[in-house]
T-cell receptor
């Protein structure tokens, strides 16, 4: 089974501070994704990546940056955190070559509170 | 753009009840459709998928049939158990955005013994 590990599991940050959420996958998947989960909105795509060195904007990228230094690692960066970014963040990986491989594997999530 | 609509936000059932969660989609082409399940403290987990009209996906007693005519992929289970209490997400596979999944808003299912 595919493994995606996120750290930290919980984070409390101050408004205006910098926050980095980390994600590691051991499945050699090319694509990685960052989603946020909010009641009433479900899961919304923030950034994604096709591979090392690649980052692309998703549906709600404002206020977020992403970094993909290697095949295994994908980070989400909040340069100036705001209370509206309080949420649960999920990282996922996938290998969209079609068929049964066309599914995502999610980490356990990071609960971020910005005070 | 592509989107997924789940009608029910919360569903409360008793064990052995029949479960239906409605999912409708809006998309061009023939997107793959998925159901994911999320248990407390965990990330969403793949339940099953379907990729063509009239195809039925199923897993763990849950099933859904891809219906292009009504643009629907409703989730059903004949007899739920307390262990089925979770959040269920319908999703479609986008052809853009790195082939990311577009999720509905989720349905919280609570099953009492």
């Amino acid at each position: 089974e595919a493994a995606v590990t996120q750290s930290p599991r919980n984070k409390v940050a101050v408004t205006g501070g910098k926050v980095t959420l980390s994600c590691n996958q051991t499945n050699n998947h090319n694509n990685m994704y960052w989603y946020r989960q909010d009641t009433g909105h479900g899961l919304r795509l923030i950034h994604y990546s096709y591979g090392a060195g690649s980052t692309e904007k998703g549906d709600i990228p404002d206020g977020y940056k992403a970094s993909r230094p290697s095949q295994e690692n994908f980070s989400l960066i909040l340069e100036l955190a705001t209370p509206s970014q309080t949420s649960v963040y999920f990282c996922a990986s996938g290998d969209p070559t079609g068929g049964d491989n066309e599914r995502l594997f999610f980490g356990h999530g990071t609960k971020l509170s910005v005070l | 753009g592509d989107s997924v609509t789940q009608t029910e936000g919360q569903v409360a059932l008793s064990e052995e009840d029949f479960l239906t969660i409605h999912c409708n989609y809006s998309a061009s082409g023939y997107p793959a459709l998925f159901w994911y399940v999320q248990y407390p403290g965990e990330g969403p987990q793949f339940l099953f998928r379907a990729s063509r009209d009239k195809e039925k996906g199923s897993s763990r007693g849950f099933e859904a049939t891809y219906d292009k005519g009504t643009t629907s992929f409703h989730l059903r289970k004949a007899s739920v158990q307390e262990s089925d209490s979770a959040v269920y997400y319908c999703a479609l596979g986008s052809y853009q955005g790195g082939r990311a999944l577009i999720f509905g808003t989720g349905t919280t299912v609570s099953v009492s013994p």
